[in-house]
């Protein structure tokens, strides 16, 4: 996997930092894939089962077990390991081409770089089965921004930027998505997320997704960094937590096997959750 950036950022130490960073990035993922194909069917399948079958003793190692078959990349998020459907949740950044394949002639140059995506890897209990299963979690920040964010923090660590951002993104209100326009409106500015000494401008992103059986997926795109001082009043950054249950992590960003989201007849969109 060598996905080469197609921004040039004017500042040298910027575009070295997102280069070396982006190559390391390679190297971890190559490892969770392998970790992954070992779970899915090889040598390890067994390790999501004992994360559910096994005593609580043995469903922590297997969870361990997970962990470092999955590699240093791979970052445990959530484990519950007791009760009737024992899961265990990672994120895993992944370098990647765009995750959007039809745009505008107009807009390819914007939609259509390479980007770092936040996604999700989940094992042991999923609705209706026992098993694993990855895809995109919550965030999409193309090489342009994540060179701005760079260059403009004065050379803050871009993991450090969008993990703070991962964060707050999955604490914000639920209620964002229906009464905040401008995080759905993709010619409208966005909304700020909160992402270290500056704020993500970020729009919010529902699709068929093909990688999940043509079932719709959300995740949140990036446009671009700005710093604390360039924002105006009228610009706030982001970071307020909802209430338990009603955050967007607790439905329109679970990890996708925990979570549905369908269209209505009436044109409007719904999320049905699994809670196990």
């Not at 997102?18 to 971890?28: A, D, G, M, P």
């Not at 040598?43 to 997970?66: N, Q, T």
């Amino acid at each position: 996997m060598t996905l080469v950036s197609r921004v040039e950022y004017e500042n040298a130490e910027a575009r070295g930092r997102v280069r070396q960073w982006k190559k390391r990035l390679e190297r971890e993922y190559l490892v969770f894939n392998r970790g992954f194909l070992r779970l899915q069917g090889g040598d390890l399948r067994e390790l999501p089962i004992d994360l559910v079958r096994c005593g609580r003793v043995g469903r922590r190692r297997a969870c361990e077990k997970i962990s470092a078959a999955l590699g240093p990349g791979a970052r445990l998020e959530l484990s519950t390991l007791d009760g009737p459907h024992p899961h265990a949740v990672w994120s895993i950044y992944k370098p990647r081409d765009s995750v959007v394949y039809d745009a505008p002639p107009d807009e390819h140059g914007s939609l259509f770089q390479n980007c770092i995506t936040v996604n999700y890897f989940v094992a042991g209990a999923l609705p209706g089965m026992i098993g694993i299963a990855e895809g995109l979690w919550t965030l999409e920040v193309p090489d342009h921004a994540l060179g701005r964010a760079v260059e403009r923090s004065r050379f803050l660590h871009p993991e450090a930027i969008i993990r703070e951002a991962h964060v707050n993104l999955l604490a914000l209100p639920a209620s964002i998505v229906a009464n905040r326009p401008n995080f759905i409106d993709h010619d409208s500015p966005g909304l700020y997320i909160k992402a270290g000494p500056g704020c993500f401008t970020s729009h919010f992103y529902l699709a068929l997704d093909i990688s999940i059986g043509d079932q719709y997926g959300a995740h949140v795109r990036v446009k671009t960094w700005l710093s604390d001082d360039q924002l105006g009043d009228d610009q706030i950054a982001l970071n307020e937590k909802g209430a338990p249950s009603e955050r967007l992590g607790d439905g329109w960003l679970l990890p996708r096997p925990f979570a549905r989201i369908y269209r209505t007849e009436q044109n409007q969109f719904n999320v049905v959750v699994w809670r196990p």
